[in-house]
């Protein structure tokens, strides 16, 4: 936690900001430990204030370190007094706040030069340190034990919404608080559904099935996707799947630290286009992910940024014909230096059940 302070205060060294509010749950649980849902920090040069309300203090205090840990729940009236003790005439905030907690600090900062700022903290998360990649690792082994596990569960007649509350419980059972979104389990026709939610459809003889589910362990997060075939599959469905397959893993045969955004999305994205599928593939490559399942950095065509040695990544390419089936395969991967680790094991071979 301390060297994600110095960052934070390296940053706002480098931005000449003196003061800089946290608003975030999860930028605040990533700079202090605490979590919970009423919480604000304030960093300045010279000190770092956590304020919380009396429900969460005894915790508070239990499990913060270095920081002051004040109880209040009018934290706006704690920053003005550390701002006037400081005599600083400037706060940086983060401007995914409400327009009504604007106007509250405007009320409260009248003579405070309020200066917005996007993705602080968000920016030094998206480099995982040693902590967050082990646990980051155990959340992709329960899912991908779940994944396993569910291969004996899947047969004609269940539900969709049967397997997804099967994944959702196993990945409890074996330890995760939760899941990290709402679980996708699409059948046949729905499985052209890059997003379609587990429903009360019946899982028939020659559907495609999409999974794509992930947990919540210790506060991290998995994301994986694979697509099974119930009874049989067509020659069609088998070679857009190889298709998927190669793109997917000429991703990981080339992600690197020092990667372009554009490239990443590309190197798959050119595989799946020369097949002729290139229309069909309809969202980016993948995502950062961490504390949220979708974080910066994300990818698009004309993005010049580089990916950078830590970051966790997904790698989910697709095709989706609309109203016949649709084939995703997804798995994290964790960039460094001369290349990448995938973090998800389960198998990726085109499985028939």
Same mark, same amino acid.
């Given at each position: 936690?301390?060297?994600?302070?110095?960052?934070?205060?390296?940053?706002?060294?480098?931005?000449?900001?003196?003061?800089?509010?946290? #608003?975030?749950?999860?930028?605040?649980?990533?700079?202090?430990?605490?979590?919970?849902?009423?919480?604000?920090?304030?960093?300045?040069?010279?000190? +770092?204030?956590?304020? #919380?309300?009396?429900?969460?203090?005894? =915790?508070?205090?239990?499990?913060?370190?270095?920081?002051?840990?004040?109880?209040?729940?009018?934290?706006?009236?704690?920053?003005?007094?550390?701002?006037?003790?400081?005599?600083?005439?400037?706060?940086?905030?983060?401007?995914?706040?409400?327009?009504?907690?604007?106007?509250?600090?405007?009320?409260?900062?009248?003579?405070?030069?309020?200066?917005?700022?996007?993705?602080?903290?968000?920016?030094?998360?998206?480099?995982?340190?040693?902590?967050?990649?082990?646990?980051?690792?155990?959340?992709?082994?329960?899912?991908?034990?779940?994944?396993?596990?569910?291969?004996?569960?899947?047969?004609?007649?269940?539900?969709?919404?049967?397997?997804?509350?099967?994944?959702?419980?196993?990945?409890?059972?074996?330890?995760?608080?939760?899941?990290?979104?709402?679980?996708?389990?699409?059948?046949?026709?729905?499985?052209?559904?890059?997003?379609?939610?587990?429903?009360?459809?019946?899982?028939?003889?020659?559907?495609?099935?999409?999974?794509?589910?992930?947990?919540?362990?210790?506060?991290?997060?998995?994301?994986?996707?694979?697509?099974?075939?119930?009874?049989?599959?067509?020659?069609?469905?088998?070679?857009?799947?190889?298709?998927?397959?190669?793109?997917?893993?000429?991703?990981?045969?080339?992600?690197?630290?020092?990667?372009? =955004?554009?490239?990443?999305?590309?190197?798959?994205?050119?595989?799946?286009?020369?097949?002729?599928?290139?229309? =069909?593939?309809?969202?980016?490559?993948?995502?950062?992910?961490?504390?949220?399942?979708?974080?910066?950095?994300?990818?698009?065509?004309?993005?010049?940024?580089?990916? +950078?040695?830590?970051?966790?990544?997904?790698?989910?390419?697709?095709?989706?014909?609309?109203?016949?089936?649709?084939?995703?395969?997804?798995?994290?991967?964790?960039?460094?230096?001369?290349?990448?680790?995938?973090?998800?094991?389960?198998?990726?071979?085109?499985?028939?059940?």
């Amino acid at each position: 936690m301390q060297r994600r302070l110095e960052n934070l205060r390296q940053h706002m060294q480098e931005q000449g900001l003196a003061a800089f509010l946290v #608003t975030n749950l999860k930028n605040i649980y990533y700079l202090t430990g605490f979590w919970g849902t009423a919480g604000t920090v304030l960093v300045t040069a010279e000190r +770092q204030v956590l304020i #919380t309300d009396d429900r969460y203090i005894t =915790y508070a205090q239990s499990v913060v370190k270095g920081f002051e840990v004040v109880s209040n729940r009018d934290a706006l009236s704690v920053v003005a007094q550390v701002l006037k003790d400081s005599n600083l005439r400037e706060l940086a905030f983060e401007d995914e706040v409400s327009v009504a907690y604007y106007h509250a600090m405007q009320s409260v900062f009248e003579s405070i030069d309020l200066i917005p700022t996007t993705d602080v903290v968000m920016g030094l998360r998206m480099v995982k340190d040693a902590g967050e990649l082990a646990t980051i690792q155990r959340a992709c082994q329960i899912s991908d034990q779940a994944f396993l596990d569910a291969l004996d569960f899947i047969k004609p007649g269940k539900t969709e919404l049967e397997v997804a509350n099967f994944l959702d419980f196993r990945m409890r059972e074996m330890g995760a608080e939760g899941v990290s979104f709402d679980t996708i389990a699409a059948s046949g026709f729905r499985s052209a559904m890059p997003h379609g939610r587990a429903s009360n459809k019946v899982i028939e003889v020659g559907d495609a099935l999409t999974l794509d589910f992930g947990c919540l362990y210790n506060h991290y997060v998995s994301d994986m996707t694979r697509t099974v075939y119930i009874g049989s599959v067509s020659d069609e469905e088998a070679e857009i799947y190889q298709t998927v397959l190669a793109a997917n893993q000429a991703l990981i045969a080339t992600a690197k630290a020092g990667m372009e =955004y554009r490239e990443f999305d590309g190197v798959p994205r050119r595989v799946i286009e020369r097949a002729g599928y290139g229309a =069909y593939f309809t969202h980016g490559i993948g995502h950062g992910m961490g504390l949220d399942v979708h974080e910066p950095p994300y990818f698009r065509q004309t993005a010049t940024d580089t990916i +950078q040695a830590g970051m966790v990544l997904t790698d989910e390419p697709g095709i989706y014909l609309e109203g016949r089936y649709g084939v995703r395969i997804e798995d994290d991967l964790l960039i460094t230096e001369t290349g990448c680790e995938v973090l998800t094991s389960a198998p990726k071979e085109l499985i028939v059940l």
